[in-house]
């Protein structure tokens, strides 16, 4: 099994669930509140839709305001 958690990335998003963010992908941009934080993905709830975005998709993820 390989381990693909990125313990930066996952703590520092740790810190900002609940909150506003941005979260660039190589796909795109999704820009709402951060509900959920896996070591292998993150749910970002976009009204009522429903993001899950692979931690290795991740570009970079900045607090909204």
């Not at 709402?32 to 709830?45: A, E, I, K, N, S």
Request: aromatic share 10%; charged share 10%; proline share 6%.
């Amino acid at each position: 099994m390989l381990n693909f958690v990125a313990p930066y990335l996952y703590q520092t998003l740790q810190s900002v669930v609940g909150r506003q963010v941005a979260v660039q992908t190589a796909k795109g941009s999704v820009r709402d509140v951060l509900r959920h934080v896996m070591p292998d993905h993150v749910f970002v709830q976009v009204h009522n839709t429903p993001f899950f975005i692979r931690t290795q998709q991740i570009v970079w993820v900045m607090p909204s305001c």
